[in-house]
């Protein structure tokens, strides 16, 4: 059974080797998702701290989703502070561990994460992804649009310049 559940900062602090643990596998699997070596567990551990700040300031959200009492998924809703932006969040680390993919986790977090992002008035949702990943496909399902994408955005971990897809999603 998957557990889904939304962390504040000092749970996200108390489960923080197993979110870095759900973020090297899917580095270790190949995302693209900001880190190229799966053996920086430190740089990971400090990305997760980072975010954790921003969960305890009130400018983040983190959803995450436990099988047997375990996290194996995480998405984080980053609300926007700028005045002129108040009615927009960027979802990111939509992240699931490889040995739990293919459950619908993934599916389900980002409908709590824009269901959870509506309920709090934004009706704009943005996020970025790798250029012909399978997340795309997942995306579109949902009713995300492309923005358009940018050519040799972020360094693979096979060391190959990708590009990435800005899409976005006007909640109603």
Not at 69 to 77: E, L, N, Q
Not at 98 to 110: D, N, S, V, W
Not at 135 to 159: C, H, K, M, R
Request: a negative charge; hydrophobic letters at 45%.
């Amino acid at each position: 059974m998957i557990e889904y559940a939304t962390l504040s900062a000092t749970q996200a602090q108390q489960h923080l080797g197993e979110l870095t643990h759900v973020l090297q596998g899917c580095v270790a699997d190949g995302a693209s998702i900001g880190f190229i070596d799966a053996e920086d567990i430190e740089v990971m551990t400090l990305f997760w701290q980072q975010w954790i700040a921003s969960i305890t300031g009130g400018d983040s959200e983190l959803l995450v989703a436990r099988q047997q009492g375990r996290i194996v998924a995480t998405v984080i809703i980053n609300r926007s502070v700028m005045p002129n932006g108040r009615h927009r969040a960027e979802i990111s680390k939509l992240l699931v561990h490889p040995q739990a993919r293919r459950q619908g986790i993934a599916r389900e977090l980002m409908q709590r994460a824009e269901q959870r992002a509506h309920e709090q008035g934004k009706t704009l949702l943005v996020l970025d992804t790798r250029s012909g990943d399978v997340a795309s496909d997942l995306y579109l399902s949902l009713g995300w649009q492309v923005a358009g994408s940018i050519p040799f955005y972020a360094e693979s971990t096979a060391g190959v310049l990708d590009a990435t897809t800005v899409m976005y999603k006007v909640l109603t």
